[in-house]
């Protein structure tokens, strides 16, 4: 049943990327950059980490993505429908074809560990959150922070303005 | 997660040095607007705190998030200049390859982590012996890995094919950033890449031969570096191409790993932090007083102001590596190490490059000394900016004469890692 689901979803997933890469149109890119995303948050419902899928949804699915759109809508109004024009997708087939020939073999031979859901529920990503991991968690809003007071310096300054 | 040991600490006065320097030279400075001075000052602390943890992070997820706040920080910071353009073009290219060698090296991670089922660096250093002792793992994998984090590090230590986001960067950014990245970056990235590489993968490196990969990278990074600082005419550019090279130089010593050669990793490091201090000191004095930043700027300067002009010569030859002076030094005990280990072509290399640096560093000495320039008045300095010159001079001139104590500490610092 989830080897059901499973193929369902890598289908959406693999098709709203190759679509990601290939469609001309910028618009349709992010959309299916969007279906894409939301896949993946179905991969981890398959897989029982039910906040992951949460924050999936609401973080790619709902800003991530928007902000994408928001930026082509204020930035690219004359050239909407044809600004994809790579030549060079042959020799980008060619790598990313061989990125995959050899990290097939690799999870063939190699047992990927770390599949067992240790702590997933809620309180546990809280629990963890806090005690493991407090430290990449503190980290993680000094990154927050420095982004936002470098927004506000690049943005904020105007021709002359005292 | 985080480990406080005393090579993390070797690192973070490193850090601290550049940081203060960087203060120093950012009052002194005529570029910045005295509008955003607060935000500015702020980012340069939150910059440092991230490398603090860059020098100390032992999980890969630490390790990413820590140069990431390095790398935002430091986007923000080379686009600092809000209207001039060529920051916003340095803060621009430097997003673009900073995102995307990040986005590399995260991919590198995930592909290790799930190999090996952790993220701390000891136990994938254990699980990877194990794994190669019983084999059940694919090595192209592994090495495939090993090449995607190594685009991340690569990035942040501007080694070939990594490096062409530096001299746009270090050419747009206000001159005491350029300092700090070119000096303090480069360390953060040193300390980021023993601790993944001798700590973490020194275990597969008995059926990976990736030792030859980082020895071809630093031979490109000191060629590619020297060959293009050969025509440069801004020397803040010149600078950026010459702190690529070095950064080639570090990597020689970091081929084999051998405690030799990381120790002369760590000398180098702060030799080379008082030698490109300094010169940049020297660039920004001249870029407020002159307005140049062109060596056609640097003309007459053996007249007009003396001191300055000898300080810089001082540098200048530190940084090609011509005895009695510290980059001598440096250069002696990375050779060394690098020889010990019987690479001879690296070392080689390394020795021609050095002398064809010779040529585009004398080119400034010789506008400072042999040419005069239509403008004869000689300037004046703050006793203050002196004195901080005299504090990059005195140890340029005497590391390289008497350099045991650093020879020592780094030993020290190294012990710990080793164990």
Known sequence: ?162 | MVRLDSFAVFFKIIISAATAATILFSVRSAELDPETKGEYYALLLAVTLGMYLMASSTHLLMIYLSLETVSLTSYILAGFLTHSPRSSEAAFKYITFGAISSGTMLFGISLLFGMTGTGDIMLISSRLGEMFSQGDVYPLAVLLSITFILAGVGYKIASVPFHMWSPDVYEGAPIPITAFLSVASKSAGFAMFIRLFYSGFKSADASIDWSLMLAVVSALTMTVGNLAALPQQNVKRLLAYSSISHGGFLLMGGVLLTSEGLQAILIYLVIYLFMNLGAFFVVILIANEVGSETIDGYRGLGSRAPLIAVSMAIFLFSLTGLPPLAGFAGKWILFAAVIKEKLYWLAIIGLLNSVVALYYYVRIVKAMFLETSDDTESLSFSPGSLVLLLVFVVPTLLLGIYWNPLYELSRVSLGKLMG
């Open chain 1, 1 to 162: 049943m989830s080897v059901a689901l499973f193929i369902v979803l890598a289908v959406f997933i693999l098709g709203g990327g190759l679509a990601v890469v290939v469609t001309r149109n910028v618009v349709q890119a992010a959309l299916a950059l969007l279906v894409s995303l939301v896949a993946v948050a179905g991969i981890y419902l398959v897989l029982y980490a039910e906040f992951l899928a949460l924050v999936q949804v609401l973080i790619y699915g709902g800003a991530i993505v928007i902000v994408l759109i928001f930026a082509i809508m204020l930035t690219r109004n004359a050239e909407y429908p044809r600004t994809s024009d790579n030549r060079q997708w042959p020799l980008a087939a060619l790598a990313a074809l061989g990125l995959l020939g050899v990290l097939v073999p690799s999870f063939l031979i190699n047992a990927v560990r770390g599949t067992e859901p240790s702590n997933a529920s809620f309180t546990g990503i809280g629990e963890s959150l806090f005690t493991t991991w407090a430290v990449p968690f503190e980290v993680a809003s000094l990154v927050l922070l420095v982004a936002l007071i470098g927004a506000i310096i690049i943005a904020r300054s105007g021709p002359g303005e005292n």
